[in-house]
């Protein structure tokens, strides 16, 4: 058995090290694999209290976040995929005309 | 590592230090987890997952299936290019 403590330091960790992808790194896929890091953050929070507080709510939520997680991912790569056809670069630093 | 990723780590680190303080320091958190069904046959008092899914949450089944179809749709369509510089069918 895990106490609750421990799955919210990982939760938190999570979210500390998206927010640092997200921030800190210049490369698009990277910013997207880091987001997808702070909503694996969330999912966990959301199925550890539901363990925690005999509540089924928070696996379904955790469900439909997996689900809101590869629509994400899937219109994401789409998008940096025609950039990359249209400016031969997914580095944000350099993409700075929201045009085609 | 420069300025920008020096900062962006002193910042995560914080935060982080400020979450597991607020974690730690003496909120008394539930002990013991239970396990909760996937399926409860019981239907009147229905305690599963998929009881719980498909019953109270029937809508955002719904939506979150036109979501996923919306999103392969227009997946399709941003990464579908004819010729270079060109988006779109």
């Known amino acids: ?100 | 590592m420069n300025v920008r990723e020096f900062l962006v780590l002193l910042a995560a680190t914080s935060l982080f230090l400020v979450m597991a303080l607020s974690f730690l320091a003496g909120t008394p958190w539930p002990q013991t987890p239970t396990e909760i069904p996937v399926y409860d046959p019981n239907t009147t008092a229905g305690h599963g997952i998929a009881n719980e899914m498909f019953d109270e949450f029937a809508i955002a089944i719904i939506l979150i299936a036109l979501l996923l179809g919306a999103a392969m749709i227009g997946g399709v369509y941003l990464a579908k290019m004819d010729e270079p510089g060109k988006v779109g069918p």
């Open chain 1, 1 to 100: 058995m895990i106490p609750l403590e421990y799955e919210l330091l990982l939760s938190a960790l999570l979210l500390c090290i998206g927010l640092y992808g997200v921030l800190a790194r210049r490369n698009a896929i990277i910013v997207l694999m880091s987001i997808e890091i702070i909503l694996n953050a969330s999912i966990l929070n959301f199925v550890a209290f539901s363990a925690y507080n005999n509540s089924p709510s928070g696996q379904v939520f955790a469900l439909l976040g997996i689900a809101v997680a590869a629509a994400e991912a899937v219109v994401g790569l789409a998008i940096f995929l025609s950039v990359y056809q249209t400016h031969g670069t997914i580095e944000l630093d350099k993409i700075r005309i929201l045009k085609w």
